[in-house]
Structures are given as structure tokens and as C-alpha cells.
């Protein structure tokens, strides 16, 4: 009776140790649940962080061309060249060594410089001067011209 007793106990234990097995299948199942919804927020919350910073350098670029811009322009002024024709100019002061040119009034709106040449962007039209970049033809008046060159009206 006592070896039926043991028996019995031991059936019992070995149902308990299932039992307990089930359950820490069951607790294992749901912390790797856990674990994995956590590594999937982390992945979430990197990837935010990498487009966030990725967002300031893009801005941080953006103002510092912003900057370097509005030094750049600086350095030119309106000028007036005959009929109504304008273009800028390089301020004598600001130039350290480059020669005086003008550039376009269309790229400087757009933020550019493009310096104005002698000639025409068409074989067929009549020489004046013109913008390489955008084709901005400017046709001064006659008056505007001393010795092939512009006569900068102020």
C-alpha cells in the first residue's frame, strides 16, 4: 500500500512538474512576445531618430547655403544700362582681385550667379549681351555702349 502510495505521489508530481512546465512554456511564450515587441519599437524609435537627424543636416545645409548667399549677394548692386535694361554689378570694393563684371537679374532672383557675356545665345540674332546659364538677352540702348563696352548709367 505504501508502493501504491509512492506511485500514486509520483503521478502526481511528474502531473505538477507538466503542469509547471506548461506554465513556463506559457510565461516564456509571452516575455518573448514582450522581447519582440519591445525590439520592434526600439527599430521604430532608431529609424525616427536616423530621419530626424538626417531633417536637422538637411536644414543645418539649407542655411548655411542661405548664408552664403546673402554674403554673395551682397557684393553686387542694381545698375541701370540704357532703355530700361538692368543688371547687377560687382561693387569695386568688394572685388579682391576679380575683374568688374555684371551678372543676370533672372540666376541672382534665382539665387545664382551668371556672369553676362558679349554676343548672343542665337546664331541669327543681332550681338548684344546675354546670360550663358539662362539665356537672358539683354539689348541696351545705343546710348548705352562707350567704345563697345556697357556705360553703366547711375
Not at 62 to 87: C, V
Request: with cysteine; charged share 25%; glycine share 8%.
Amino acid at each position: 500500500m505504501v508502493a501504491e502510495i509512492y506511485a500514486g505521489l509520483s503521478g502526481v508530481k511528474a502531473a505538477f512538474d507538466i503542469a509547471k512546465g506548461l506554465k513556463d512554456i506559457h510565461d516564456a511564450t509571452l516575455r518573448n512576445a514582450a522581447v519582440i515587441e519591445l525590439q520592434e519599437k526600439i527599430l521604430t524609435a532608431q529609424q525616427e531618430k536616423a530621419a530626424l537627424i538626417q531633417h536637422i543636416s538637411d536644414l543645418e545645409k539649407q542655411m548655411a547655403d542661405f548664408e552664403a548667399w546673402n554674403a554673395e549677394k551682397e557684393r553686387y548692386e542694381l545698375k541701370t544700362i540704357g532703355s530700361s535694361a538692368f543688371a547687377y554689378m560687382l561693387k569695386p570694393a568688394t572685388r579682391s582681385g576679380e575683374p568688374p563684371h555684371f551678372v543676370c537679374t533672372n540666376c541672382y532672383g534665382r539665387r545664382g550667379i551668371s556672369i553676362i557675356q558679349h554676343g548672343s545665345p542665337r546664331p541669327d540674332a543681332r550681338a548684344g549681351f546675354y546670360c550663358p546659364s539662362c539665356h537672358n538677352e539683354i539689348r541696351p540702348g545705343a546710348k548705352a555702349f562707350l567704345d563697345g563696352r556697357i556705360k553703366w548709367l547711375d
